[in-house]
Nanobody, 116 residues
Framework: QVQLVESGGGLVQAGGSLRLSCAVSGSIFNFATMGWYRQAPGKRREWVATITSSGSRAYVDSVKGRFTISSDNAKNTIDLEMNSLKPEDTGVYYC??????????WGQGTQVTVSS
């Protein structure tokens, strides 16, 4: 059974920084793709960032240069460093993992609120 638990969400002022962490119960060595999504009230869930097992990273245009996704094999975590936060970054953030030929697994989400 794979379980993902996000942490690090909270309230932050615009321009501030926040670091999210996702603890994975299974070894992240077993997953080809790891990433983060977010969902604001009244909006569809939006892809934010992806990191692959080969170390390749990709981001949605709106967060490029501000967010950094990383994975730590020793700690079995997937992190999202968020800098220069804007009110439009507000939402529930979810981490995901997907193995080769397997389904995408989702965490429970953590709330991020950016005030003006």
């Amino acid at each position: 059974q794979v379980q993902l638990v996000e942490s690090g969400g909270g309230l932050v002022q615009a321009g501030g920084s926040l670091r999210l962490s996702c603890a994975v119960s299974g070894s992240i060595f077993n997953f080809a793709t790891m990433g983060w999504y977010r969902q604001a009230p009244g909006k569809r869930r939006e892809w934010v960032a992806t990191i692959t097992s080969s170390g390749s990273r990709a981001y949605v245009d709106s967060v490029k240069g501000r967010f950094t996704i990383s994975s730590d094999n020793a700690k079995n975590t997937i992190d999202l460093e968020m800098n220069s936060l804007k009110p439009e970054d507000t939402g529930v953030y979810y981490c995901t993992v997907a193995g080769t030929g397997g389904p995408t697994r989702w965490g429970q989400g953590t709330q991020v609120t950016v005030s003006s």
